[in-house]
């Protein structure tokens, strides 16, 4: 299995910015794609943690509508890395960030980390 340790994570007001960044360790032979994902506070019953961006070994990129033309997500092969530039942060990106990874088949990889949390004040 593999395991992800978060950091980056801060208070930040609107409109402002931070970086989170990722480390995988363990048996990152199997990870193929990689992403953030944030729980947000008071979630739903039953809803789960969100996609919020998501790359593959070769670099394509996916975001949900909420954070697209806002936050950047990169990686470094080599280094089994993850990061996430965000900017123009609003209140409601506040939440507890994660990432995690899938294999070819697109099953997740990874326990879950302890998360990075993000709180931007308005």
């Known amino acids: 299995q593999v395991q992800f340790v978060e950091s980056g994570g801060g208070l930040v007001q609107a409109g402002g910015s931070l970086r989170l960044s990722c480390a995988a360790s363990?048996?990152?032979?199997?990870?193929?794609?990689m992403g953030w994902y944030r729980q947000a506070p008071r979630q739903a019953p039953g809803k789960g943690r969100e996609l919020v961006a998501a790359i593959s070994k070769g670099g394509t990129t996916n975001y949900a509508d909420s954070v697209k033309d806002r936050f950047t997500i990169s990686r470094d092969n080599a280094k089994n890395t993850v990061s996430l530039q965000m900017n123009s942060l609003k209140p409601e990106d506040t939440a507890v960030y994660y990432c995690n990874a899938d294999d070819h088949r697109g099953v997740l990889v990874g326990s879950w980390g302890q998360g990075a949390q993000v709180t931007v004040s308005s």
């Open positions: 363990g048996s990152t032979f199997s990870i193929n794609a």
